[in-house]
Every structure is written in C-alpha cells, then in structure tokens.
Nanobody
Framework: EEQFVESGGGLVQIRGSLRLSCAASGFRADDYTIGWYRQVPGKGREVISCISKSDGKTYYADSVKGRFTMSGDNAKNTVYLEMNDLKPEDTAVYYC??????????????WGQGTQVTVSS
C-alpha cells in the first residue's frame, strides 16, 4: 500500500523551530514531485514548498521563504520540512503529498495524514 506517514508536529513558541518528516512507503518519493502544504480552518490548502521532479528545483511560498527548508533523504525515502523562526500565522495542519505532474497541487495522488503545528505567542 502506498502511503506517506507524517511526524514532527506539535506546539512550539514563537520564533521556535520544528522539523516535519514524511516517510514514503510503497513508492519512491524521488519519482514524484513532492510538496508540503498547510491548511487552516475555513481556508483552502496552500502549497508552501515543492520540489519538482522535472528539474529538482525547490519552490517556496513567499510566506515561508527564508524560514522553511525542504529536503529529502533518498536512502530513507523520507522528505523533511525544517521550519525556523515560527510565527503564530504558521499555525496550521501540515501535509506532504506526491504529485504526478511537475507542479505541486495539479495531481497529487499520495497524501500524508496531516500533522498539527501550533505556534503560541
């Protein structure tokens, strides 16, 4: 069974750091475009970071650029999202997903279960 298993969320104070992990099983994560998304209640899911399978470049949303870093470990078949200088507006449920196309959000077929990140002030 193909799945992503997420871990690493939690409660953190403002300006703190967290690292989210997304372990793939049943498929090779590096065969897909991989994205990190987040969602707050009442809003749509936002792409915050994406590594395209077509060119290997990493995209960051303006809201997280310079604070978040996406990386991967092919040997562990796991992707990570390092989040630094966290702000209350980063509070959301975070998801990873594997997309069939070079663009995150076009055709994501494998999703993590989501992990809650709460930044307290």
């Amino acid at each position: 069974e193909e799945q992503f298993v997420e871990s690493g969320g939690g409660l953190v104070q403002i300006r703190g750091s967290l690292r989210l992990s997304c372990a793939a099983s049943g498929f090779r994560a590096d065969d897909y475009t991989i994205g990190w998304y987040r969602q707050v209640p009442g809003k749509g899911r936002e792409v915050i970071s994406c590594i395209s399978k077509s060119d290997g470049k990493t995209y960051y949303a303006d809201s997280v650029k310079g604070r978040f870093t996406m990386s991967g470990d092919n040997a562990k078949n796991t992707v990570y999202l390092e989040m630094n200088d966290l702000k209350p507006e980063d509070t959301a449920v975070y998801y990873c997903a594997a997309d069939l196309t070079p663009v995150c959000g076009n055709y994501a077929i494998y999703w993590g279960q989501g992990t809650q990140v709460t930044v307290s002030s």
